[in-house]
């Protein structure tokens, strides 16, 4: 039996299907991540923006033209939002964003000929209060994703994803400790993943700092895949510092420069103290790379508030920017208090906003000289990956390189040239393993 497994949104929906492909793949099923022929088909659907929920609905019409006859399992947020959309498309099982690795359980009463509850099957779990399970993920090489946590207790005002997930869990770090010493030697990034990783605790205290040393033991970079600005504290940027392996990039999430926006998406923060937050950064890692998020057209958003986002986001000097036009949600507070913007009043300050972007990306790639960048593709005839503080270089392929053989996994010191397609090119100077 062949099982394919497609993924829409964020890392945490991305791990949560590779420990299902992981478990399917250790009882002796093939799996594949490609849209291709395929006797089952499970799809993990996201809800984070109402297009999210769009292209998961037509996920299930793009699987069917490969075979119409397949049986089909969705799960994920948009199911726990409104598992009706999927029945109607004629699903045969349906659970929510919790106990999706029990898919693994029906898959085998198909295996076995069991096809009596599997028809139009709803099973919408409870919503855990503890980390739901200590599966491994699949994990493809060079780089790893780990999940380290779930669920969400901010309750931004534009967000559906902590009624759909949850309130803030922790995943036991042995556990996570255990999954970093089964990677194989070709990995060589760890990245921690989680709906909140800020929010990570050992025994009800935060600990990400002391996850992070645990793990900094097995000599593999370390990355976080976000952060909040409540976690940018002297002690914590300190304690980053003294790491042999961290990455300096810093996805720090700002959704709006404006204080008054701000406090309509309940973000617990000033855009003054966002700033202090950077510059504290700055501080530890002068060429940090630092990343946001930015949503435009938040309703009620005036175009002198706007002018305030646009403004900061150029003081600050952001790496680069992730601009989200505003997407109501059903059952947030947003969507019950707020009138939404026109349509073209957001592309007209995401288009604006992201003429900026590429200045900011520009101005970032020329100040930094020197780099270490892990080798994972090749693209076009260059060898691409990141280096620590996430500039995408690239590296052509020619005969100056051969002496080296496949660098594909290798870390190598490289000097940056010049900004390309979407990153620099860059040349070696020394391979460091």
């Given at each position: ?46 809800a984070v923006t109402g297009e ?136 060589k990034e760890i990245v921690l ?241």
């Amino acid at each position: 039996m062949k099982i394919c497994v497609m993924t829409l949104g964020c890392k945490v929906n991305k791990y949560e299907s590779d420990a299902l492909i992981y478990n399917l793949g250790l009882k002796g099923y093939e799996t594949t991540e490609k849209l291709e022929p395929a006797d089952v088909y499970v799809i993990n659907t996201c809800a984070v923006t109402g297009e999210a929920e769009k292209k998961s609905r037509q996920m299930i019409a793009r699987c069917k033209k490969f075979n119409p006859q397949a049986k089909f399992f969705v799960c994920g947020c948009a199911s726990q939002k409104n598992s009706q959309q999927f029945i109607e498309k004629g699903v045969d099982y349906v659970c929510g964003a919790a106990g999706k690795i029990k898919i693994s359980e029906q898959i085998d009463k198909l295996a076995s000929g069991d096809k009596r509850r599997l028809k139009n099957h709803v099973r919408l779990a409870k919503l855990p209060k503890d980390y739901e399970d200590d599966l491994f993920a699949k994990q493809s090489r060079t780089r790893a994703y780990i999940k380290v946590q779930d669920g969400c207790n901010n309750f931004c005002s534009y967000c559906i994803i902590p009624y759909l997930r949850g309130r803030s869990r922790s995943r036991g770090i042995f556990s996570i400790i255990n999954e970093a010493a089964s990677l194989s030697d070709d990995i060589k990034e760890i990245v921690l993943t989680g709906i909140n990783v800020t929010d990570y605790k050992i025994d009800g205290k935060p600990s990400l700092l002391t996850l992070l040393d645990e793990l900094d033991t097995f000599g593999k970079r370390l990355r976080l895949s976000s952060m909040e600005e409540s976690l940018v504290t002297e002690d914590f940027v300190q304690g980053l510092s003294k790491l042999n392996n961290f990455c300096p990039h810093f996805h720090l999430s700002l959704q709006s420069g404006s204080n008054s926006v701000l406090k309509r998406m309940n973000r617990h923060y000033t855009a003054e103290q966002f700033k202090a937050s950077v510059e504290l950064i700055r501080k530890y890692f002068p060429l940090a790379g630092i990343t946001t998020d930015i949503i435009v057209g938040f309703p009620n958003e005036s175009e002198e508030e706007f002018e305030e986002t646009y403004n900061f986001a150029k003081e600050v000097a952001f790496s680069q920017l992730h601009i989200f036009q505003y997407s109501k949600r059903e059952g947030t507070v947003a969507a019950k208090l707020y009138k939404d913007l026109p349509p073209q009043i957001k592309q007209s300050r995401f288009e604006r906003l992201n003429e900026l972007n590429e200045k900011l990306k520009l101005d970032f790639i020329k100040k930094n000289k020197q780099g270490e960048v892990l080798i994972e593709e090749k693209v076009d005839g260059f060898y691409t990956g990141y280096t620590k503080n996430y500039i995408r270089c690239y590296i052509e392929d020619n005969s100056a390189l051969q002496k080296y053989g496949n660098l594909i996994d290798k870390i190598v010191s490289v000097k940056i040239k010049e900004p390309f397609k979407d990153g620099a090119k860059a040349k070696i100077i020394d391979i460091k393993g």
